[in-house]
């Protein structure tokens, strides 16, 4: 079964506004990862925050992680229509080489 | 730099038929995994290989088998394919587990089985 769910399945923004997703997860975890999937390609890295970590940046991408509430959210600042995409959160386990997947959250940002 | 490659690209199976999904990556890495994506359901793990020369059972292995023929190529293959194995399959890789382990996607292969 899947490990982490993200929230809400799908969101609709205008260009300029911020986008946040969430993602709750159950057990413990070595790192948490966000990837976007773009309509009938494969997955992009987005960015990686480890589980000893509270916060990372990465342009306009920010990730927050709480390993007391399982969760972790993922916000897009001054979305642009190219951000319409799906974004998944991965979690992966310490000693395990796999990651486990949500479902994922659909973004569109209308012009 | 291609990074990693499926073939192919698309493809139509009856029931019952066999076909083998390829997949090659060229950065190195490690270990290599195949998922499915389905409507709804997000990526599940099929079988992954965490070194050349191992192969494991993931979520979804079930009418599948793997092959990690050398540390660039791990290929998929159903043998007597259903209409429960239409689905999107994905081929990922990375350099290693736990902090290493950001995966990279293969573009896809869309199978229908009739």
């Known amino acids: 079964s899947q490990q982490g769910e993200e929230d809400p399945q799908a969101l609709s923004i205008q260009e300029g506004e911020n986008a946040t997703m969430n993602c709750s997860y159950k057990?413990?975890?070595?790192?948490l990862q966000w990837y976007r999937q773009n309509s009938g390609r494969g997955l992009v890295h987005l960015i990686l925050i480890r589980s000893n970590e509270r916060e990372k940046h990465s342009g306009r991408l920010r990730v927050t992680l709480d390993t007391s509430k399982k969760s972790s959210s993922l916000l897009i600042t001054a979305s642009r229509a190219a951000d319409t995409a799906s974004y998944f959160c991965a979690t992966g386990n310490s000693g395990y080489s796999t990651l486990t997947f949500g479902k994922g959250t659909m973004l569109l940002v209308s012009p | 730099n291609a990074g990693v490659t499926q073939t192919p690209k698309f493809q139509v199976l009856k029931t019952g038929q066999s076909m083998t999904l390829q997949c090659a990556q060229d950065m190195n890495h490690n270990s290599m995994y195949w998922y499915r994506q389905d409507p709804g359901m997000g990526l599940r793990l099929i079988y992954y290989s965490a070194s050349e020369g191992t192969t494991d059972k993931g979520e979804v292995p079930n009418g599948y088998n793997v092959s990690r023929l050398n540390k660039r190529e791990f290929s998929l293959r159903l043998e007597s394919a259903a209409p429960s194995q239409t689905s999107v399959y994905f081929c990922a890789s990375s350099e290693a587990g736990g902090a290493k382990n950001i995966q990279y996607f293969g573009a896809g292969t869309r199978l229908s089985v009739l």
């Open positions: 057990t413990s975890i070595n790192n």
